[in-house]
């Protein structure tokens, strides 16, 4: 099982990234998906998750800006972020869960520098 995030940067305040979360050796659809991010010095946190059901939650920190989907057919995870913030800085990582927490894989994370 291999989750390949990718689209992470370097941006201004305000642009917008897409963070791609390509999976193979599991079908992301039978899977709840999540993003998360982790700042220097601080603790992993969940941002977004989509369950097998469709249900979808973030944290309070990225509603509204941030957008998670998915790709069936490309059984890829996306993470839309709009109107980034220097606070939004951090290494992203996606994962995924039969029954989270715990979360059965993680990618390797891909890091997204917002300048002010």
């Known amino acids: 099982v291999q989750l390949q995030a990718s689209g992470g940067g370097f941006v201004q305040a305000g642009d917008s990234l897409r963070l791609s979360c390509a999976a193979s050796?599991?079908?992301?659809?039978?899977?709840?998906m999540a993003w998360f991010r982790q700042a220097p010095g601080t603790q992993r946190e969940l941002i977004a998750r989509s369950t097998t059901r469709g249900v979808i939650t973030y944290a309070d920190s990225v509603k509204g800006r941030f957008t998670i989907s998915e790709d069936n057919a490309k059984n890829t995870v996306y993470l839309q972020m709009n109107s980034l913030k220097p606070e939004d800085t951090a290494v992203y990582y996606c994962a995924a869960g039969v029954l989270p927490p715990p979360y059965n894989y993680w990618g390797q994370g891909t890091l997204v520098t917002v300048s002010s």
């Open positions: 050796g599991i079908i992301v659809k039978v899977y709840t």
